[in-house]
Nanobody, 123 residues
Framework: QVQLVESGGGLVQAGGSLRLSCAAS????????MGWFRQAPGKEREFVAT??????????YSADSVKGRFAISRDNAKNTVYLQMNNLKPEDTAVYYC??????????????WGQGTQVTVSS
């Protein structure tokens, strides 16, 4: 089992930046692919970005809606995954979740989830 705790959310103006962190306990994250998902009010949870497990090249993939603005990374020494978000837009407002598992762009590919952190972007 692995426990995930997100932090770094908050209120920011459009065009601003935030860095979300996802700290893990209970097990190393190195064996998992990691993903970030988000859910806006009244909408389904959607994929944001993923990074492969350590030893698989560290490849990343992002949704088209955030490509060029968001970047996922991992620090194995700190057992933490990050989501750097730049040039934020009001439509990025959502609860952001990190997840660990086998990977991919579907939520079914992840067995472990954090509790989420709120990101609000004002216009």
């Amino acid at each position: 089992q692995v426990q995930l705790v997100e932090s770094g959310g908050g209120l920011v103006q459009a065009g601003g930046s935030l860095r979300l962190s996802c700290a893990a306990s209970g097990r190393t994250l190195m064996i998992y692919a990691m993903g970030w998902f988000r859910q806006a009010p009244g909408k389904e949870r959607e994929f944001v970005a993923t990074i492969t497990r350590s030893g698989s090249g560290g490849g990343t993939y992002s949704a088209d809606s955030v490509k060029g603005r968001f970047a996922i990374s991992r620090d194995n020494a700190k057992n933490t995954v990050y989501l750097q978000m730049n040039n934020l837009k009001p439509e990025d407002t959502a609860v952001y979740y990190c997840a660990a598992g086998s990977g991919g762009i579907r939520s079914q590919g992840y067995a472990f989830w954090g509790q989420g952190t709120q990101v609000t972007v004002s216009s």
